[in-house]
């Protein structure tokens, strides 16, 4: 006990009083005996919402999963849903993912919800996040909940929360809900339930989210293409393994395998390091699989069914990982030529993206006419567009870390919709003899040709926290001059939400929420995006590179160069 701080002491202290429960109590005593490092890190500060709500290790403490951090979130959202809509019958809808006490903890939220008073209706079993943010606005309710840490290792988990539009929790209502739970002391947590009014749901709303998302998702492809096409799927042990198949069935894709090892839902995720279809790794048995049957696209989604990763197959028929960025230009291309030619395009349609995603996407909607507005990552930002320009019509948007989402019905990166449309695009254009890879180089010719790299630092525990923090910093008091020989000519830095124009020497306003987030701009057209992640114990560095392509013959060139230029820029910035 000598080697905990005292300020930490009277955090740990707190939580073996009456409030707590017995077994808590206990197993703090002994974790302080045996593990005081550990205390440590559970007391030291409390759980903070990020991009993606709150995440975080489970276990004890105020800087840990646990029923209490999550008691105590569901009584300030209690508090203000009942101060905010004062005499409504006020409605929550609960889902959860396949983690370990995902169920549990789902049970223990509706608890608290039940017992405020709040009318629950909680999902019987895990399902995709989709189809909470759906189920959400298809039942009215003011506000939702997924128990999920989406694609974090097996010992994370979260609380998302989704408000009445369907869309994850933005300003003002985030700063004044976070204000009341940090007002909260854990012993005012109402834990007894009201059975009577937590209802439970199912197929019911699986029927009606799935037809929703064939609707949304299918655009005019023929049933022969539908059979041509040779799907390989896997859930990676995660939630959309109850929505996919069924909506590639309903919607008439018949030819599809899925990866048997990865099809049981499993919160420890056996098969893969990490269940990412981020990290190439968590693909890998998928892509053997379609070497095995032939397959023409490979599509892989994380535990809770909002990224999806795509594999197709290159020029020289070899499959190959399309990126965040280049599943999201194919899958706009293919909306904005939807629109285009049943001539719904009039100047009144937006798409969505976010500023460490490609450049592309503003490029490719002014082809067509289209607005493409920018914000904050995190899909919760474009599903405030929605909200905040209703007059618009949205056709879909997407960011750099696998995410889509097809029209607004759902208000969330939806892997279930994305993965039908990119079936859609891969056996339409498959019909035209044509790979979803072709149909890529086709844009980068039209468009120009945009390469991005992500490289993460993993930063753990309290010294990871402090060094992020001070490469950030250190990136503000001494910003490049230079990057890779070439002139920075902007520098944006949405913490102070300020835009620096260096060659002419002037200074704007950036109207985008503060974050931390910092942006150069070099003369060649590069950008280079420094953010440290808002759900990981990471810190992000976003590379973007582009040229003209002039034809489909020059691509593997082109590409060769691009890729030389972010390995040279890696090399300038250290990393």
Not at 141 to 152: E, F, K, P, Q
Not at 242 to 258: C, H, Q
Not at 446 to 462: N, Y
Not at 544 to 560: C, H
Request: net charge negative; hydrophobic share 35%; aromatic share 8%.
């Amino acid at each position: 006990m000598i080697h905990i701080k005292p300020e930490i002491l009277e955090r740990v202290n707190s939580w073996l009083t009456d409030t707590f429960d017995e077994d808590t109590q206990n197993d703090i005593k002994n974790l302080i005996a045996s593990n005081p490092k550990e205390i440590e890190e559970s007391f030291y500060k409390d759980l903070e919402f990020g991009t993606g709500g709150m995440r975080g290790v489970m276990g004890l403490g105020t800087n840990r999963i646990n029923k209490y951090t999550l008691g105590k979130n569901t009584q300030g959202l209690s508090n203000f849903l009942n101060a905010s809509f004062s005499g409504e019958t006020i409605k929550v809808a609960i889902a959860y993912d396949c983690r370990h006490n995902s169920k549990t903890f789902g049970k223990v939220v509706a608890d608290v919800f039940s017992a405020n008073g709040i009318q629950v209706y909680l999902f019987e079993d895990l399902r995709a996040t989709p189809e909470l943010s759906f189920a959400l606005k298809h039942l009215n309710c003011h506000c939702g909940i997924v128990l999920t840490a989406s694609h974090n290792p097996p010992e994370y988990n979260g609380y998302k929360v989704y408000w009445q539009d369907g869309g994850q929790l933005v300003p003002p209502q985030d700063g004044k809900i976070i204000a009341e739970i940090n007002r909260l002391d854990y012993s005012e947590i109402k834990f007894n339930s009201n059975s009577d009014l937590i209802q439970y749901i199912g197929k019911d709303i699986d029927d009606v989210f799935i037809d929703a998302s064939i609707k949304n998702g299918s655009f005019n492809t023929s049933a022969e293409a539908k059979q041509n096409l040779n799907i390989v799927f896997t859930p990676l042990h995660g939630t959309s393994i109850t929505a996919i198949p069924e909506t590639l069935k309903r919607a008439g894709y018949s030819n599809v395998s899925i990866v048997e090892e990865q099809r049981e839902p499993n919160g420890d995720f056996p098969t893969v390091v990490s269940p990412n279809p981020e990290e190439p790794e968590a693909l890998k048995m998928a892509m053997a699989l379609a070497e095995k049957v032939d397959g023409d696209i490979v599509i892989g989604t994380d535990p809770d069914c909002d990224r999806l990763g795509v594999v197709v197959r290159n020029l020289e028929n070899e499959l190959v990982i399309l990126n965040g960025n280049q599943t999201m230009i194919l899958m706009t291309d293919f909306l904005l030529k939807q629109w285009k030619n049943q001539n719904k395009i009039n100047g009144n349609q937006f798409v969505g993206s976010t500023i460490v995603s490609t450049p592309m996407m503003t490029v490719l909607a002014n082809a067509y006419g289209v607005e493409c507005k920018i914000g904050l990552t995190g899909f919760k930002w474009i599903a405030k567009m929605i909200e905040d320009f209703p007059t618009m019509d949205f056709i879909g948007g997407g960011e750099e870390s696998f995410g889509f989402m097809v029209g607004d019905f759902v208000r969330d990166k939806d892997a279930v919709t994305s993965t039908l449309l990119a079936c859609e695009i891969a056996a339409q254009a498959k019909a035209n003899k044509q790979t979803l890879y072709q149909a890529l180089i086709d844009l980068y010719v039209e468009h120009g040709f945009f390469k991005e790299r992500l490289v993460s630092l993993t930063k753990k525990g309290i010294e990871g926290a402090q060094e992020i923090k001070q490469m950030m910093i250190d990136a503000r008091e001494n910003p490049l001059k230079d990057v890779n020989g070439s002139k920075v000519i902007r520098i944006e830095d949405y913490q102070l939400s300020q835009a620096k124009d260096i060659a002419n020497n002037t200074e704007s306003t950036l109207d985008i929420p503060k974050s931390n987030v910092l942006i150069y701009y070099t003369e060649d057209g590069s950008k280079i995006a420094l953010r440290p992640s808002g759900t990981e114990p990471k810190i992000k560095f976003y590379i973007s590179v582009n040229t003209k392509l002039d034809n489909v013959s020059a691509f593997k060139e082109t590409e060769q160069l691009l890729e030389n230029r972010i390995d040279a820029i890696l090399k300038d910035m250290k990393l």
